[in-house]
């Protein structure tokens, strides 16, 4: 019989030698918990009635909320990438930047950012721009190495960037609000992002044989045009989202509405940007999308009633005169949209294709969801819980210890595995050892989440770089991709240190003062009749007896 202080340990070993061997992730979960589940059964260590347990936790995996999100919110950048979008935004900006040193990088970079809150997922990402961005660089006498780095690191700020998947994974892991969540991921967002402009900036000086200019003879377009091409690619698809963000933000929508407006809003984008709409369709889109940011904005005003009363009070008034005609218009619009995209094929192939993706993404999702829970099940049976605080708590150096080993675990981990499979399996093992330590697990989850994205860079396992060999063209060499991705995971490791470094940059966002002064709170509590009546008593020098509630009272 194997003593159970062996069985936890033994739990996760069984767990990395079914990786290894290659076995699919989601089955080796459930087939290490179940085996070890029933040894612990015959052993003694829990009851058969624990594993009864599993029905209903898989069906509360169905039935969660929050994760229903995931869907909408895959659905509407699997559109928005395949509508144009991004050849709009790469095409725009590396025209406006390519005759700067460098330029076409910050275009890369830029357009990473965008599409990382567009599509939400690097696959997605790392492709579009490395079929339209790659080539051009190529041309014009880009480092291999550069170049490809660069493409396959801005892919991966999908991650970080809201609306992120994993961060509402992450979320409903730690019990947390995705809101939250979002909030505190926008911070250590912008920081990467400058910190990635800041590593070309320096290579435009150190090495800018590296990054040449685009002469200005090879721009198609100048002047108002080419800003009005940038405008129009970046400008609509922000609005969008951050109206979707907006609503989550503020409470006016769980995630999973805010993820079907954004599929609805998507969807309209796709009819303005699509060549073969008539104009009666484009004009349907941009009435259903004037409508939706009209449904959007008073309503987010109105959450500001702490702050503007009377604003909020005239917003509340002029949205309730509103809010009919203006759901009505939304619809009819809406339902125009959707008959000129069934009508064009070129349209229902898109959306096919986006719901094939969303389909494939969210089963992966929820079949490793489903096997995490059994195998953290049978580990919770045999006490590995206590095993994982007892070895992670007692740490040397405390909190600073558990961050430190943790980023380094979690680094070693990515190497292995997928950032849902670290999400689903390695933090809910970590999470309350995080709060035991006084660790706030927003922070906990957005650190995680910056130290995650090198699982998508390391040589040679990194999807990115996966997803960057399988659309590179013939010259370039894998050996150059994987070198390449080196300084840019040296980069992600820099922000996770400034994340540990500087906790207020997750945190600005949710610590919110409630203007309260606790010093000058007066709580007055009103004295009973017979207390009244004692006072008085006492200030004559009597002393009045207690009513007695024995006998009845005449009225």
């Known amino acids: 019989m194997i003593p159970l202080e062996w069985m936890a340990p033994l739990m996760f070993g069984g767990l990395v030698v079914f990786m290894l061997i290659g076995f699919p992730v989601t089955f080796s979960l459930a087939a290490v918990g179940l085996f070890f589940g029933f040894i612990a059964i015959e052993s003694g260590y829990f009851e058969f009635a624990l594993l009864q347990a599993l029905p209903e936790r898989v069906f509360g995996i169905v039935a969660n909320d929050t994760l229903l999100a995931i869907p909408f919110f895959t659905l509407m950048g699997a559109i928005l990438e395949r509508c144009g979008l991004a050849e709009d935004l790469l095409d725009g900006l590396g025209q406006l930047f390519g005759p700067i040193r460098g330029g076409l990088g910050y275009a890369v970079v830029i357009v990473g950012a965008i599409l990382g809150a567009i599509t939400g997922t690097v696959a997605a990402s790392v492709i579009a721009m490395g079929l339209i961005s790659l080539p051009v660089m190529m041309r014009y006498g880009y480092d291999q190495r550069f170049a490809t780095g660069v493409i396959a690191a801005s892919g991966t700020i999908t991650q970080l960037i809201p609306p992120s998947l994993v961060?509402?994974?992450?979320?409903?892991?730690?019990?947390?609000?995705?809101?939250?969540?979002?909030?505190?991921?926008?911070?250590?967002?912008?920081?990467?992002?400058?910190?990635?402009?800041?590593?070309?900036?320096?290579?435009?000086?150190?090495k800018p044989q590296w990054v040449p200019g685009i002469p200005k003879t090879a721009l198609s377009l100048h002047g108002w045009p080419l800003i009005k091409k940038c405008l129009w690619g970046i400008i609509p698809s922000l609005v969008l989202i951050f109206l979707v963000l907006g609503t989550i933000f503020l409470g006016l929508a769980t995630p999973t509405e805010a993820g079907a407006m954004g599929t609805v809003g998507a969807i309209a984008l796709a009819v303005v940007h699509h060549p073969e709409f008539s104009r009666h369709g484009?004009?349907?889109?941009?009435?259903?999308?004037?409508?939706?940011?009209?449904?959007?904005?008073?309503?987010?005003?109105?959450?500001?009633?702490?702050?503007?009363?009377?604003?909020?009070?005239?917003?509340?008034?002029?949205?309730?005169k509103i809010q009919a005609p203006i759901f009505i218009v939304f619809y009819a619009g809406l339902a125009l949209v959707l008959w000129e995209a069934v009508r064009i094929s070129k349209l229902r192939k898109l959306i096919w294709q986006a719901s094939q993706s969303t389909m494939r993404i969210t089963a992966m999702v929820l079949f490793i969801l489903v096997g995490s829970t059994i195998f953290v099940l049978v580990f919770r049976g045999v006490d590995g819980d206590p095993f994982i605080e007892h070895l992670l708590s007692r740490l040397p150096g405390g909190t600073t210890g558990f961050l430190i080993f943790v980023n380094f675990f979690v680094f070693f981990l990515a190497f292995f595995l997928d950032f849902f499979e670290i999400a689903f399996i390695i933090v809910p093992l970590l999470a309350p050892v995080a709060a035991k330590l006084g660790i706030d697990l927003i922070w906990f989850g957005v650190l995680l989440c910056v130290n995650m994205q090198t699982s998508f860079m390391h040589p040679p396992f990194g999807f990115a770089l996966f997803y960057l060999r399988s659309i590179a063209p013939k010259e370039i060499k894998s050996s150059a991709i994987y070198w390449g991705a080196i300084p840019w995971v040296v980069l992600q490791l820099i922000?996770?240190?400034?994340?540990?470094?500087?906790?207020?940059?997750?945190?600005?966002?949710?610590?919110k003062p409630n203007g309260v002064d606790p010093t000058k709170i007066q709580i007055e509590i009103p004295q009973s009749e017979f207390l009244k009546d004692q006072e008085e008593a006492e200030k004559k020098g009597e002393e009045q007896a207690p009513p007695d509630f024995s006998t009845p009272q005449k009225k």
Do not use: K
């Not at 250590?188 to 900036?201: A, I, K, M, R, T």
């Open 495 to 511: 922000m996770v240190a400034i994340v540990i470094f500087w906790p207020g940059l997750v945190t600005f966002m949710l610590d």
């Open 167 to 206: 961060l509402i994974v992450l979320a409903d892991v730690l019990g947390r609000s995705v809101g939250d969540m979002y909030a505190g991921a926008w911070g250590p967002s912008v920081v990467q992002v400058l910190l990635f402009c800041g590593y070309v900036f320096l290579v435009s000086i150190f």
């Open 282 to 320: 484009r004009i349907a889109a941009w009435v259903a999308l004037v409508a939706l940011s009209i449904i959007c904005i008073p309503a987010s005003v109105m959450m500001a009633d702490e702050w503007q009363p009377a604003l909020a009070a005239s917003a509340r008034e002029l949205f309730d």
